[in-house]
DNA sequence: AATCCTATATATAACAA
DNA sequence: TTTGTTATATATAGGAT
């Protein structure tokens, strides 16, 4: 939408990235809400800025307990279905109209084109999910899942350790401040408009 | 967009109701993709069908990883921002273009309406996130911390499972079939569809 | 249920102030 | 930087098939 078409592929420009960013988050935030609402379903969202910074939304508890729904849901061997079929099918839907614009002829071979290059797409996106993200299904030998497991284990040493920390700040309640906590959020305080109703 | 404008309430008809989702769930990947490739960020989603089937997208590594990833980032004292400031933002933005069509004490009128029945909405939000998820700020970080760890463990009991299973099986190579194993994931199987390049 | 069509509603890219 | 405007691109609701 707008005065030229958008092109899949990254943004070079900080400026623009960082604007487009501003765009769209609102707009899949907007969108994802209402389909919560209209539907009564949960949905929900984790965006990175292109700064780091972390958006979510939830509809209505929180992420984390959304998605532990959703990991009870699939009990099976691959523990979330991850790859997008949805936009494969979406674009084969799309080469399709765009085909019959041209003609017979040109369909045929509109669609054998966008269908190899979506092979090639999803071809190298699975080799690269591969490659950044060993999953537990894929998983061949015990070296890595040992790897893995101490990945965890250092999660959950993060884990444990913050909610140590916030157990430990339930007792002095009424401090101003917290003890010993990192106060690193300054920076992500630009998320909140501050709304006071 | 379409012949009528949306209504912000549950569909009730189920037929509408599930056609509605399945429309929306798509675009919703597809503009999640897009801001993924073309900011080059990290995007999570998830969403659950009126039917309770769950629908994922992520931009490269898994959901968890990615919500991993957010986890670090906000070790600070509310785990993970929720709150729909984005949606009050856009609202507002509406509902000021709209009134600038009818006039300037239109505008007025307009935003002092409008602003009303977003407190409104806003209060009953609230409330209802007050009232199903009693999760004050303080206590509400220990129990995602819990939540969180909860979902770390049954990772770990995974990952744990398969390397048992691994080093059960590397004496035995050669076997075509794993000793033991629970093959449930005939039901799953309607979830992918089957796309086989 | 899936697909196509068409009128509208929305979203937004490029500009402008 | 933010906000507003405009021209276009997209997304869809409702029908038709």
Redesign the pocket.
Known sequence: ??????VMKKIEDP??R???Y???K???V??SNELAVVCGTDVALLMFSPAGQVTTYSSKESVEDIMIEAMNKSVNPRPIPNLNEQLLMQSL?QS??EG?MVGKIAIAEAHEKKLNELKETIREAQQKIRYCNPQVENISSVQEAEAYEQFIRSNMEQIQQSKAKLLGVQGFVHRNEYPAVNTEDTAAAGTSSGWTF
């Open positions: 939408m707008g005065r030229n078409k958008i400026t623009s960082k604007q487009f501003s765009n769209r609102d707009s899949i907007k969108k839907k399709k109209s019959q």
